[in-house]
């Protein structure tokens, strides 16, 4: 991924600052080395882009498997796309999503990684933030790294569902906040009260650096009630 991920600086850095002057702060609150676990909100396609713009280091996020097996040129063109923004893909074979999904981000930060995950599941419907899913809970107590919280902003103004180019004329960024401190936990990553105590203190970390709305509900199943059906998997995928 090293490679593509400095291609893509080299190229889409001066575009990205020139064009849409992001307004980016906290940076130093992320470790220059070893592992950490950065936790966001999710707004738009392009918080894969603008989220890690400021960082001398790349973030790898954890994504499904099929974004990595098209046929044909579409499926290369996909498998290189993903790989150079940090996707890494879940290897779901002998267990749930969701143990896989542990499994993949533990892998990443014992190699001394900066791991990305969107704690909300999948992209908001609208501009506001909504409740986290507690595997961002288990993963931070069984890695005990870091947790730095983060926040995007104007992303969803910027390129809202549905929107294949972003606009012009909105200024994105990101916020880093200050590292998060679970280790009065450790130990605990099979409590449900423990996991649902620490997202929502990851959420609200999340909502105090991004000023937006919160909603105790899933964004998953809010997205199924727009679209006038049941919640179902693929929701919680991008």
């Known amino acids: 991924m090293l490679w593509f991920w400095i291609l893509l600086r080299i190229v889409l850095s001066p575009v990205m600052y020139l064009g849409w002057r992001p307004r980016n702060s906290g940076m130093?609150?992320?470790?220059?080395?070893?592992?950490?676990?950065?936790v966001s909100n999710h707004l738009s396609f392009a918080d894969h882009f603008f989220g890690p713009l400021p960082l001398m280091r790349p973030i790898f996020f954890i994504g499904k498997g099929e974004y990595f097996t098209g046929k044909g040129i579409k499926g290369l063109i996909s498998k290189a796309f993903f790989t150079g923004v940090g996707v890494v893909p879940v290897d779901r074979t002998g267990g749930s999503a969701a143990e896989a999904a542990l499994r993949t981000g533990l892998r990443i930060l014992d190699e001394g990684k900066l791991l990305g995950i969107y704690p909300e599941g999948t992209r908001a419907p609208d501009e506001r933030l909504y409740r986290g899913k507690t595997g961002v809970a288990r993963l931070a107590l069984q890695s005990r790294v870091p947790v730095v919280p983060m926040a995007m902003i104007n992303t969803f103004e910027l390129m809202p569902p549905g929107r294949s180019l972003p606009r012009f004329g909105i200024r994105p960024g990101v916020r880093f906040g200050a590292p998060l401190d679970f280790s009065r936990h450790y130990g605990r990553e099979d409590d449900p009260e423990v996991l649902r105590k620490i997202t929502d203190e990851i959420m609200q970390a999340i909502r105090e650096l991004s000023g937006q709305e919160y909603v105790d509900r899933y964004a998953a199943e809010v997205k199924a009630e727009m679209a006038g059906r049941p919640p179902r998997p693929g929701d919680e995928d991008d």
Do not use: D, E, I, T
């Not at 130093?28 to 950065?38: D, E, I």
């Open 28 to 38: 130093g609150n992320v470790p220059k080395k070893g592992p950490a676990l950065l």
